[in-house]
């Protein structure tokens, strides 16, 4: 049974951290010889790792793979600070393209530690973002991710007054929420961010998806296994309801006989998926009564270029999208 509607989430896909970070490495892969670092993955999405690396960037995970004096971007989401440290050595020239959001996080963890906190951090073990945020203050930040974390962070906090509570900007608001208030619940004085530390554009991609999950028969996530906010958003799919599910880079991996009998399917992108890509995924779907774009909210967010590029570029950054920049380079190698 061919798919007969295809239900777009809005807003999907780049976010403004995304949008900067991509931007940054493609203006250095114009004004440095090749090659050009980067340390980690610029973002989590493997068809863009791609695409850079067609254009001679070299992803590492060490710094000492980074010879003196070369060129070198530190991913969007954020470095320990002796990783900075170790960037910055050797008459590099070092673009630190960490998420505003992220150094938000940075900060307060930080901040709180300096006071006295223990610091508990709900996060992923092993992502990028987690492992730089517990680096800022390592005897300080108790990582938890189950229930199970929670309950043996809480045991080892000396002064119930002396609680924070951050978390990875790329969570699923249901990952946090269970957590925060049982934190909330044990100590009173818990102290927590004005604004929560999960990404607002995290956020707007979850309410757009429970939006439409609610509608399909079956949804599609587009985006790579290791991006965090990709995989909240499957979670937020079956949360709400949907039983047919898929995760899929592009529209080379879906299998369309995995959609037998949905007729309605929904599609939305990961923070740092390309939109290209999901419009090839809505081609190789062919809905037969066409798309309809489901809007929850605008995005207008805007992430200037990192300070160490703002004399190189052009005045015009904020009117010239990632993907145009990525396209442009891209032709211009062929």
Known sequence: MPVRKVLLAEPRGFCAGVEMAIKALAWMV?????????FH??????????RFE?????FVDD???????APLMLSAHGSAPQIVAAAQSKERFVVNAVCPLVTKVHHEARVRAEKGY??????????????GTLAVAPDAIRLVEHDTDLHRALASVDDPEKVALLAQTTLALHDWE??????????????TATRNDLCFATTNRQSALSAIAVQADAVVVIGSANSSNTIALAKVATAAGCVNVLRIDGPAELDLTALDGASVVGVTAGASAPEDV?????????????????HVTDEDEYFPPPRELREL??????????AEVLADLVRASE
């Open 30 to 38: 114009r004004l440095f010889p090749a090659p050009v670092y980067c």
């Open 178 to 191: 269970g957590l925060a208030t049982e934190a909330r619940d044990r100590f009173p004085h818990l102290w």
């Open 63 to 69: 710094i000492d793979d980074v010879p003196p004096g």
């Open 313 to 322: 570029i052009p005045a015009d950054d904020r009117t010239i999208s990632a």
């Open 118 to 131: 223990t610091i508990l951090y709900v996060g992923h073990a092993g992502h990028d973002e987690a492992v």
């Open 41 to 50: 993955e610029i973002v989590h999405n493997r068809l863009i790792v791609e």
């Open 54 to 58: 067609d254009l001679g960037v070299i």
């Open 278 to 294: 999901v419009q090839a995924v809505i081609a190789k779907l062919a809905p037969t009564d066409g798309v309809e774009l489901v």
